[in-house]
């Protein structure tokens, strides 16, 4: 009989797809875990409902969360992933050779053992000598790290459950005061076309503490609406400078990212523009 | 009672959405033809079961199909729309003011009719007094008209059933030969995810004909993939030429297009080169 796997988007659309194995369906004390084998997208990491990461496009995320704050520092020594416990974005982060110690904070646990087990392609990464993996809350860990990382990426998943209160304007002074002198954050923002609020407040919260913040955008056709923001604030470094770009390299393997589409992604249509100014109302 | 439409997207993957009323739903002579009331998308046309414009995005699709074109041509007065039956993009060639007359050939009535009645959002520009509306198919009346058109535009659905020759080498020499020497011929080319097969054949079919042949991609969040591909064929003009970009225009009421945004749309991603050099094998 076919087995088949629904996330409502919203309470009037739904993306359904066959599922060919279930490896993994359970409840933790923080989320429900589901590791899925589909015809469409190959295994799929699902949270309470929620399509995180696919084998199919999984390198268009964790390529464009990755790569444009690592070619915008001059020399990312020190990264944290806050979330991402796929392994994905550490895989991408591991490419630039300046990197000597990526540390990733995900809260469950769970979630690492499972992508360890099913999900190969995304968490062979975390077995890397320079990583460091801990299981705490994302919140804690950067309050116990003052001026530490260049580079802070906030891989969440929605605002909603675990990760509600990594969008907050607390949790943004916290990852400003865990970056050293020329650090870089870089955050997923949701759909432009599904999560307006949620873009204008974290445009307006991070102003509040970055000279630099600028929105850039990406497909990913498993997530609702298929086209993805995130934000990245910078204490210095401006992510579109003619300089940043002209040494910015294609690391290994990469699919969706170039310096090019990095020039690309921060070109913002005018509905877009629209949104991201109404935090100065 | 709930009622949902499901779009079957391929044997594996489907994408459903609630319908609080059925405005149309019939079979003419040469496919189905459903228009639905959704809290998702507002109102929906959907032919063969295949979702082709929704009020809540197509903006993305006919401003980027229009657009660029009109603005490569340095002055498009005789624009030809194949397919497009709802309006729309009809609707954003008519915002440049050097045009002088637009034709759509469309080959079922019973499209237009429906659009009319049930789309006017996208279908009122069908009335305007430049604007002529053929019912006939695209292939014959190309045949009739050689040399005549500035812009040819090829707003299709899928390549099956009536659209299926709307992307063969045929076709392409015709429209070829329709075009007035520096005229551009655009062709929706489908997913770069889903369709490969049908992106290298349209592209190698007309590098055989145009000596500029350029693809470009915007977001449609309501088809498979959320990522859709444009195929720009010119006889003459470099769509991203420095002069054609410093002279492009926002056209009035654009919430995707802008110049900037043109430019950025031919920045391809390394995955999308690789399809497009497989022409060349």
Not at 265 to 275: G, H, N, R, S, T
């Amino acid at each position: 009989m076919e087995v088949w796997f629904t996330e409502k988007q919203t309470e009037n659309l739904s993306l359904s797809c066959q599922v060919s194995e279930v490896l993994v369906n359970k409840v933790t004390s923080f989320q429900e875990i589901g590791i899925f084998e589909t015809p469409s997208f190959g295994r799929m990491l699902v949270l309470d409902g929620y399509i995180q990461t696919t084998e199919m496009d999984e390198y268009l995320y964790h390529e464009m969360i990755a790569h444009v704050p690592m070619n915008t520092h001059p020399d990312p020594r020190y990264v944290l992933v806050i979330g991402g416990g796929d392994g994905g974005t550490v895989r991408e982060v591991l490419k630039h050779p300046s990197v000597e110690k990526v540390t990733m904070v995900e809260i469950d646990r769970e979630v690492v053992e499972a992508c360890r087990e099913y999900l190969p392609v995304t968490s062979q990464a975390l077995g890397n000598p320079n990583v460091k993996v801990e299981f705490e809350d994302g919140f804690q860990f950067l309050n116990r790290h003052p001026g530490q990382f260049d580079i802070v990426i906030v891989d969440s998943t929605e605002p909603v459950g675990p990760a509600a209160e990594l969008f907050g304007r607390e949790f943004y002074e916290l990852a400003y005061k865990a970056l050293a002198p020329g650090g870089i954050l870089v955050a997923q923002t949701e759909s432009p076309f599904y999560n307006r609020d949620l873009i204008v407040s974290s445009h307006k919260y991070l102003k509040e503490f970055f000279p630099v913040v600028e929105m850039y955008l990406a497909p990913v056709p498993s997530y609702p609406g298929g086209l993805w923001s995130f934000t990245l604030a910078s204490r210095q470094n401006q992510p579109t400078a003619e300089e940043v770009l002209q040494k910015a390299k294609q690391p290994d393997k990469c699919k969706y990212y170039s310096p090019e589409v990095h020039r690309g992604a921060f070109i913002l249509p005018p509905f877009v523009q629209e949104i991201i100014s109404q935090k100065e109302e």
